[in-house]
């Protein structure tokens, strides 16, 4: 099939603000978004700038606004979009860089801030500190992050506040430490997410929740943590 991917680039080397530029190639319905730009790199316009890695929806690196709608391009296949013409931006709401690569810095600004690893320093057991199903089930679901920003990136909030707003990303970050029976710092974490940069800056617009490649419960986390502010930590 015909396929026109546009793209908007811009070069903080020649460019004083973003354009689009236009490249038809012929696609497979079956290929993924990232092949068809991979594509375009190698044969059309080898200037075009894009982060990858994995090419596996593993690395998270690939996060990029599709049709106007967040995704990872390596996610994406072309008879999944079923456009003619598929537009692709940077992610908003962070600094350009160039073309399709942002700063990710202030996202992982308040990555950093909400202390993104278990605190324990009760002695260690002979083997590992076991959990039951049902410990593991509170949290579990936030595990599969892979801090690709693509939920924070479409947050209004975020664009509104960020450098204000630690981000749905975060929270479900916080959120994956709070729920874990092992770790001891809920009360700490707790007050980091009540702080005005937090969870209340959410105004539960769902954006974070449509945009996440892993299928992540992300608005329904953000509210449990919101409710363990309010009315304290639900009984195990
Ligand atoms: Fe990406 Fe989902 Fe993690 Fe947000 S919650 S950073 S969209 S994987
Ligand atoms: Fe933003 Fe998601 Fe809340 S899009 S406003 S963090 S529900
Ligand atoms: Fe790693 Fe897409 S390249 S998630």
Redesign the pocket.
């Given at each position: 099939m015909e396929l026109t991917l546009r793209i908007r680039r811009f070069n903080p080397e020649t460019d004083t603000k973003p354009h689009w530029e236009e490249y038809t190639i012929d696609a497979d319905p079956d290929q993924k978004l990232?092949d068809a730009l991979l594509y375009v790199k190698d044969h059309l316009d080898g200037t075009l700038t894009l982060?990858?890695?994995?090419?596996?929806?593993?690395?998270?690196?690939?996060?990029m606004r599709i049709n106007g709608q967040n995704g990872?391009?390596?996610?994406v296949l072309i008879k999944q979009v079923n456009t003619p013409v598929i537009s692709i931006e940077p992610l908003y709401g962070l600094p350009l860089i160039k073309d399709l690569v942002v700063d990710m810095e202030p996202f992982w600004k308040w990555y950093r801030a909400i202390m993104p690893w278990l605190v324990n320093d009760e002695p260690a057991p002979e083997k590992e500190r076991l959990q039951s199903a049902e410990q593991l089930a509170r949290y579990d679901d936030s595990t599969k992050c892979?801090l690709?920003a693509a939920c924070t990136t479409s947050c209004p909030p975020f664009w509104a506040n960020g450098n204000n707003y630690v981000g749905p990303a975060s929270i479900v970050q916080a959120h994956r430490f709070i729920f874990d029976s092992r770790d001891r710092a809920t009360a700490e974490r707790l007050n980091i997410m009540g702080q005005a940069f937090g969870v209340w800056k959410c105004r539960t617009v769902y954006n974070c929740t449509e945009a996440c490649?892993r299928g992540i419960r992300i608005t329904e986390h953000i509210g449990e943590v919101k409710r363990a502010i309010s009315l304290g930590m639900p009984k195990e």
């Open positions: 990232l982060r990858k890695s994995c090419a596996q929806g593993i690395c998270g690196s690939d996060a990872l391009a390596c996610r892979i690709c490649p």
